[in-house]
């Protein structure tokens, strides 16, 4: 009798022991902890290097690479020390008002730092040296430079810089598309004159055999940075700069950018 007893106490001190055990392990960890919850990242996977899908949908490219270098420890992201990020897929036209609703926590799709997008969202310190460059097929003789595209049919993606740029060439038939591939498509149709968009994509798929028949003039349009974007106020913000610091300064970056462009990156500046 007495035997029994005992035992049922020690079930009940033992359940209550595993209740306590429980409790205590949800409030060290509530599942509402902001850092418990992966950063959301858009992204536009249509700009080869920087993003893109491979045959069997794995995201890949130089923006990649970069985001989860800053994700992981190694870039010693204070109080973060590492942190999951999940990508999303996004067309580049909706990144911006994307990251004005708050709908994601970032995006890093080669988007390039403006003071009219600083009107609106957030960016990084600068990631990566750009500009925009004319691409025309490669008998192309008579463009050559930003006066010889006056009153030429030019295409462009949509909601991009190279967008903006088309806009300021006097009497120029711009037609709009979604993404890289599809204004390509359409200059080798010979349904356009000239694309603007930017040099280090097209270049690279050129010299990777991805874009037949097409040539880039040799002057860039414009100097343009990469910085990673975020709604105002992130934040994610300072952690993001400190990152890309760390990455900036170990040579991790260095190592991603000789793995895309096989050359020593660029000089970039802090802000
Ligand atoms: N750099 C250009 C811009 O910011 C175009 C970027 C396109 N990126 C992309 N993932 N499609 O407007």
Redo the contacts with the bound molecule.
């Keep these: 009798m007495v035997k029994l007893i005992n035992f049922k106490w020690q079930q009940l001190i033992l359940s209550l022991g595993c209740l306590l055990l429980i409790i205590g392990c949800q409030s060290l960890y509530p599942a509402t902890n902001p850092d418990a919850k992966p950063l959301k990242v858009a992204?536009?996977?249509?700009?080869v290097p920087?993003?893109f899908q491979t045959a069997d949908g794995k995201l890949e490219g130089f923006?990649i690479d970069l985001m989860n270098a800053l994700a992981s420890p190694a870039a010693g992201i204070p109080k973060v020390g590492g942190f999951a990020v999940q990508f999303e897929s996004l067309p580049?036209d909706g990144m911006i008002s994307t990251l004005q609703a708050k709908r994601v926590d970032a995006a890093i799709?080669?988007?390039?730092i403006?003071a009219e997008r600083l009107k609106t969202i957030a960016f990084s310190r600068p990631y990566f040296k750009?500009g925009?460059a004319i691409a025309v097929r490669e008998d192309n003789q008579n463009i050559q430079d930003f006066n010889s595209l006056k009153g030429k049919k030019i295409a462009v993606?949509i909601?991009?810089?190279?967008?903006?740029f088309a806009k300021t060439i006097p009497n120029a038939k711009i037609s709009t598309f979604n993404?890289?591939p599809e204004f390509f498509q359409d200059l080798l149709n010979g349904n356009v004159d000239a694309v603007v968009?930017?040099a280090f994509?097209t270049l690279y798929a050129i010299k990777n055999g991805k874009l037949k028949g097409i040539k880039v003039v040799a002057d860039l349009l414009t100097q343009?940075y990469?910085g990673i974007a975020m709604p105002k106020d992130s934040p994610h913000l300072d952690a993001i700069n400190k990152g890309l610091a760390t990455l900036l300064s170990n040579g991790t970056y260095k190592q991603i950018y000789q793995k895309w462009f096989k050359v020593e990156p660029p000089q970039l500046p802090d802000s």
């Design positions: 992204t536009d996977p249509t700009f920087f993003e923006d580049f799709s080669g988007i390039t403006t750009a925009l993606q909601g991009s810089t190279g967008a903006d993404s890289g968009s930017d994509a343009e990469y």
